[in-house]
Nanobody, 124 residues
Framework: QVQLVESGGGQVQAGGSLRLSCAAS????????MGWFRQAAGKEREFVAA????????NYADSVKGRFTISRDNAKNTVYLQMNSLEPEDTAVYYC?????????????????WGQGTQVTVSS
């Protein structure tokens, strides 16, 4: 079965950096669109970033543009989210998601497969 396993979360001070990883198994990873979403306490899940099958096309939420970078290594079946200049507002559980075909990259309902999430906490 398909498994997505996130790692790399933790606690960091404002202005710091973290790199999240999402290791995929049970799917032909190089054919899947991969996305990152996040959900802060008491809020709805929101789109963060997405990449197409080979990483040549990426999409970001306005709130993270210029600070976060999504990338993938198809040889390792892994997608990454490099997060720089972190702000307290970035505190959330971060999830990776996968789907073969997505019309609206920013819509979580479009993605079939999800990881369990990893907590990111940014202190001021």
């Amino acid at each position: 079965q398909v498994q997505l396993v996130e790692s790399g979360g933790g606690q960091v001070q404002a202005g710091g950096s973290l790199r999240l990883s999402c290791a995929a198994s049970g799917l032909s990873f190089s054919t899947y669109i991969m996305g990152w979403f996040r959900q802060a306490a008491g809020k709805e899940r929101e789109f963060v970033a997405a990449t197409n099958w080979d990483g040549s096309s990426t999409n970001y939420a306005d709130s993270v543009k210029g600070r976060f970078t999504i990338s993938r290594d198809n040889a390792k079946n892994t997608v990454y989210l490099q997060m720089n200049s972190l702000e307290p507002e970035d505190t959330a559980v971060y999830y990776c998601a996968a789907d073969l075909f997505v019309v609206a990259l920013t819509t979580d309902d479009e993605y079939d497969y999800w990881g369990q999430g990893t907590q990111v906490t940014v202190s001021s």
